[in-house]
């Protein structure tokens, strides 16, 4: 089965930096590419930063310069370095896998497997 476990998330002032860790067991990992999503009380699901299978990134405006998503093969783990963290991040943060035959994506839709989230909380 695929199963996707976040850690890192907790509090942090304005300006300060949290790492999240997503570690993905289940399935091929290089196969498959993966994202950060987003969601505050009250708003929708966003995405966030995508990864290729072959490791290139993309980002949301909102983090661009600000956020780096990266993955290690070797220990089937994806990351969000996050700095400069405003109080508007605050949020549930999921990691996601997408579905097959996509380069990448930030939308929603195009994700079927997913962890329990973890919570950014920026004061």
């Known amino acids: 089965d695929v199963q996707l476990v976040e850690s890192g998330g907790g509090s942090s002032q304005s300006g300060g930096s949290l790492r999240l860790s997503c570690e993905a067991s289940g399935y091929t990992y290089d196969s498959y590419c993966m994202a950060w999503f987003r969601q505050a009380p009250g708003k929708e699901r966003e995405g966030v930063a995508s990864v290729d299978f072959d490791g290139s990134p993309y980002y949301a405006d909102s983090v661009k310069g600000r956020f780096t998503i990266s993955k290690d093969k070797a220990k089937h783990t994806l990351y969000l370095q996050m700095n400069n963290l405003q109080p508007e991040d605050t949020a549930m943060y999921y990691c996601?896998?997408?579905?097959?035959?996509?380069?990448?994506?930030?939308?929603?839709?195009?994700?079927?497997?997913w962890g329990q989230g973890t919570q950014v909380t920026v004061s």
């Open positions: 996601a896998r997408c579905r097959s035959n996509l380069i990448w994506s930030l939308a929603e839709r195009d994700y079927n497997y």
